[in-house]
């Protein structure tokens, strides 16, 4: 399926300019930028003839100055708690099992690794269901 870049640039007199670079003189503008997808497919569409739905759209939006900065850094930083939660919660999973083949109890695994009892139990069930 191919993709589409959309590049969505804030204009001072409060659009967003958007363009496609794949499509030279794809131009549209947008309010907000939750309206981009449906105006870019609209573009494509006549610049095209593909259909929305054939092909699938990857959008950069840019705020220029201080403000854009502190909105890309939050998303990165929100980017990066996603990805360590995710790896977080893998070494989890994998301590309840190794402390669980140790020997231990369901609620002294669950302890050792900060979760519940339950949570403990549901790890485990899931490991077993998996392994076998």
């Given at each position: 399926?191919?993709?589409?870049?959309?590049?969505?640039?804030?204009?001072?007199?409060?659009?967003?300019?958007?363009?496609?670079?794949?499509?030279?003189?794809?131009?549209?503008q947008a309010r907000?930028?939750?309206?981009?997808?449906?105006?870019?497919?609209?573009?494509?569409?006549?610049?095209?003839?593909?259909?929305?739905?054939?092909?699938?759209?990857a959008t950069e939006?840019?705020?220029?100055?201080?403000?854009?900065?502190?909105?890309?850094?939050?998303?990165?930083?929100?980017?990066?708690?996603?990805?360590?939660?995710?790896?977080?919660?893998?070494?989890v999973r994998n301590?309840?099992?190794?402390?669980?083949?140790?020997?231990?109890?369901?609620?002294?695994?669950?302890?050792?690794?900060?979760?519940?009892?339950?949570?403990?139990?549901?790890?485990?069930?899931?490991?077993?269901?998996?392994?076998?």
């Amino acid at each position: 399926m191919k993709t589409y870049t959309v590049q969505c640039e804030w204009d001072p007199t409060g659009w967003w300019v958007v363009t496609v670079p794949e499509l030279p003189g794809a131009i549209s503008q947008a309010r907000r930028l939750d309206q981009v997808p449906g105006d870019v497919a609209e573009v494509i569409e006549l610049m095209t003839g593909e259909k929305h739905g054939t092909y699938t759209l990857a959008t950069e939006a840019l705020y220029p100055g201080v403000a854009g900065a502190v909105a890309r850094e939050a998303v990165a930083l929100r980017q990066q708690a996603e990805e360590i939660k995710s790896a977080a919660s893998d070494a989890v999973r994998n301590a309840v099992i190794a402390l669980r083949r140790e020997g231990l109890t369901l609620r002294d695994a669950a302890a050792l690794t900060g979760i519940s009892y339950q949570r403990a139990q549901q790890i485990e069930r899931s490991a077993l269901k998996h392994a076998g």
